[in-house]
């Protein structure tokens, strides 16, 4: 998908949401068990009730790998289901040398399909490139996350420049490639951050992972990162796949999706 | 596998050799595309004629994951295959928050029964910490990769230590887990770095790759890095496994992997 294509979504949906798709075989309803992919079955349900109120969809590799063989069978089966329209986000967080890195870039892009996949950029730019040989498919690299441990490293202060290590991450990451193709993670527990982050790069999307159940804040998140083309995409897991946990797990999903489109629309309504 | 068993099979072998099991469908000989498993039976031959030689095998799960889920029932069966008192890499650089690592963990230690993993840093102790609470099982951490882009962010100089940030991943991690759970890459194009790695992490295993394909030097490796314990595990892929392109290649792959490990010998006889 390309830029033009996303930010029409943005607008036509009144919407810059995106569900994660963090499926887990232990949280699923206890009734899907009876179904021959309980996986596939929860995610497709999930889609039908929050497809009107999300943009993107992101499913965590890791949630399906755990499965086996037969977990990627269910993540097959649900891109397959989602429909072209609606971005999707492979939230693999590869990084590797440059023949291993195009052959994850074949995984998602071609094997699965997806729009884009999250990259790790420890091991630097021939780790990323492979990625970006894909018209209209997207890199999406770890910048500043949402977690504890992003103080470790990310946060270290560089001698040369006075940077902080995510913050060069960015810089030179813009070299490799522009804001039709790149993309950054950005927590949003870091909300303070975003302001310096758009700064440096006032035209990418920034995807923000950390709303609800890790804590971050929507309406700082916006206050700091919004541009005129929208540029967030704010992911959503548990708080809106588990929302229910029964029959009516979908149904409380969709109301959870709803609520934070209608805020959502609020401030799409202003740019 | 516990380091006791680690450090007695290198020396029953006589060999620190580990063959990456980088097997691209593209790649193997023809006639095995006869096979309902062409990925595993040419894994299956490779372990048969090398396996008197390496105490590691490292599969790198780019080249599974490319084929689908079908690429992981290949992974399956060959993991199955290999005996349990060799050593198994899955080379996967995941690195995430704490609760997907702590899936990644189980994918890897449970589902596939590796006795390791690769982990990316750049994400912090949460995201490496889960892995450390499986007894036994490794993490093998990203320290100073073997390819250019390692220039990129690795080997940017902080302002507070005046280390380069490799090094501080090497010195922080270092408080998460001891050398009996944590291992580093290190790639063997950086042999004149090992010495200060040496200096800092002097009981830890590192993991080299690199050598052959990629150009690093085996006996500059050995002559900076090994110990007492011989602390190093040398990967091969590309130079062992398609030594040979025909029906002999599984013979091609024995002959590759046992002059390295004659040249290993000569090293392990001066500790």
Known sequence: MNRET???NIKAKNSFLCIGLDTDINRIPAHLHKEKDPVFAFNKQIVDATIDYCIAYKPNLAFYEALGPK????????????????????????????????????????????????????????????????????????????????????NLVLKETGDEVYKMVIKKSMTWADAKQLMYVVGATQASKLKEIRAIAPDHFLLIPGVGAQGGNLQQVVANGINSDCGLIVNSSRGIIYAGNDKDFAKAAKQAASKLQQEMRTYLDKI
């Open 6 to 8: 996303l930010v029409k």
């Open 71 to 154: 977990g990627l069978e269910s993540l097959a089966k649900t891109m397959e289901y989602i429909p072209e329209e609606v971005f999707t986000i492979a939230d693999a967080k590869r990084g590797d040398i440059g023949n291993t890195a195009a052959l994850y870039a074949k995984t998602f892009y071609e094997t699965y399909a997806f729009d884009s996949v999250t990259v790790a950029p420890y091991m630097g730019k021939d780790s990323v490139t492979p990625f970006l040989e894909y018209k209209d498919r997207w890199v999406i690299l770890l910048a500043l996350t949402s977690n504890s441990g992003s103080q470790d490293f990310q």
